[in-house]
């Protein structure tokens, strides 16, 4: 009876880290030409399931369910690559070749800019989901004081986004698991709160949220211009800048927008606050800061891009928002430069259709919502377990173990 206990509880145990085994591949991608790592490039397992970007340095994890046979990868301005993994590959160096457009490729149906966004607007039900989906999300955030990091925090996420033919109102974050560290240092902490965390997704999307840039009534404040046309997942893209015109009550965005020249479907935005008017753009990036500290904006970037599925429905898979700005208290003479940095990566499409259902709970937030800032212990070197992750760079590594000194001491 003992033996048979013990040989059920063996093939359970086998179960159990079958179920669990997963294919690690990690690797490094870099330019053919000059050697140089490249950074963002999208890397997806065959189907389409699991799914990261490269960190500042090139490099990338992936980790799947199952060994695949090829991995896919896109970068703007480069050819769409597709690479095959050798039976037993860990660790891979793909290089991909920079796409130059020239002109006899490119057809120019339309040459009024502001006609082509418009265009683009009017399909957007028709190129992005019109059901709902649930989507796991990486999202990390880093804070420098100059160039020393201060603060990281990371989550695991599901994001639910509603039909596109729904505005971000019902659109929710729920964070899965999570973590953070901080800086023990008095003077680097301001008690400074600005606009972002794991909600940001919701706001910056373009073709969801047209309340962000794109709203039909405002167009008159802003001048169109056509750009030269890129090449993204080797198809062409119109680009189309956009800069602001005259005096408005609120800061509004410098920026470009890449639009698929057959489909009409928004497929990246560089978008940029335009911080002249220090005070307005403070407004706009601030949630709360401590009476005495003044705030002095300098940058508030975002970039968003989204892939297109082999069913052509377009969806988003990756942004990055960076602020930088100077804080100083009044009593002191010199002021200190900050700089955050958040990004978040869709890893995993994990349901679509009309049954999915929004997160909902105490870890669950909203647009309209804040995002709590929840310490948890930074020093399991398996806390993400199966989840994919952006790969942090070495710099923010050795931050990372800087900071865990200092906490350790108090």
């Known amino acids: 009876m003992a033996t048979r206990r013990l040989f059920m509880t063996a093939m359970l145990l086998t179960t159990m880290l079958t179920a669990w085994a997963q294919s690690v591949v990690s690797g490094v991608v870099t330019d053919r030409q000059t050697g140089h790592p490249l950074s963002h490039v999208s890397v997806t397992a065959e189907g389409g399931k699991a799914h990261t970007v490269t960190n500042d340095e090139g490099y990338f994890v992936l980790k799947t369910k199952q060994v695949p046979q090829y991995l896919q990868l896109?970068?703007?301005?480069?050819?769409?690559?597709?690479?095959?993994?050798?039976?037993g590959t860990q660790n891979v160096r793909i290089m991909m070749t920079a796409n130059v457009v020239g002109l006899h490729e490119v057809v120019i149906t339309r040459n009024d800019p502001l006609e082509i966004v418009k265009a683009a607007m009017q399909r957007i039900?028709?190129?992005?989901?019109d059901r709902p989906e649930l989507v796991r999300c990486f999202y990390r955030e880093t804070a420098r004081r100059g160039s020393r990091f201060i603060s990281v925090a990371e989550?695991?996420?599901?994001?639910?986004?509603?039909?596109?033919?729904?505005?971000?109102?019902r659109d929710a974050v729920a964070i899965l698991k999570g973590r953070r560290l901080m800086s023990m240092k008095a003077k680097d902490t301001l008690g400074v709160k600005i606009q972002g965390g794991p909600v940001m997704p919701l706001m910056v999307d373009v073709a969801k949220n047209p309340e962000y840039l794109l709203k039909a009534d405002e167009f008159y404040k802003y001048a169109f211009h056509m750009e030269m046309p890129a090449i993204i997942d080797?198809?062409?893209?119109y680009v189309v800048s956009m800069e602001p015109v005259g005096a408005t009550l609120y800061p509004?965005?410098?920026?470009?927008?890449?639009?698929?020249?057959?489909t009409l479907a928004f497929t990246r935005a560089?978008?940029?606050?335009?911080?002249?008017?220090?005070?307005?753009?403070?407004?706009?990036?601030?949630?709360?800061?401590?009476?005495?500290l003044r705030f002095r904006p300098k940058e508030l970037s975002v970039t968003v891009v989204y892939e297109t599925d082999a069913q052509g429905i377009t969806h988003m898979s990756y942004?990055?928002?960076?602020?930088?700005?100077?804080?100083?208290?009044?009593?002191?003479?010199?002021?200190?430069?900050?700089?955050?940095?958040?990004?978040?990566?869709?890893?995993?499409?994990?349901?679509?259709?009309?049954?999915?259902?929004?997160?909902?709970?105490?870890n669950s937030f909203g647009i309209r919502e804040r995002f709590y800032d929840k310490v948890e212990y930074f020093d399991d070197p398996d806390f993400w377990a199966e989840y994919n992750i952006i790969e942090p760079t070495e710099s923010l590594e050795h931050a990372i173990g800087k900071l865990k000194k200092k906490v350790r001491k108090h």
């Not at 050819?79 to 095959?84: C, Y």
């Not at 039900?125 to 989901?129: A, G, L, S």
């Not at 695991?156 to 039909?163: H, I």
């Open 234 to 237: 080797d198809r062409v893209q």
């Open 74 to 87: 896109s970068h703007i301005g480069y050819k769409t690559r597709r690479h095959q993994l050798k039976e």
């Open 125 to 129: 039900e028709y190129n992005y989901p």
């Open 270 to 292: 560089e978008l940029q606050l335009d911080v002249r008017d220090w005070r307005s753009a403070s407004e706009y990036m601030l949630v709360h800061k401590p009476f005495g």
């Open 155 to 169: 989550a695991v996420t599901d994001m639910y986004k509603s039909g596109y033919d729904r505005g971000p109102e």
């Open 252 to 262: 509004l965005m410098y920026g470009k927008l890449f639009i698929d020249q057959e």
């Open 319 to 362: 942004v990055r928002n960076e602020m930088r700005f100077n804080c100083d208290w009044k009593r002191r003479l010199f002021a200190a430069p900050f700089t955050t940095v958040s990004e978040m990566v869709v890893t995993d499409r994990q349901q679509q259709g009309d049954e999915v259902r929004r997160p909902r709970g105490r």
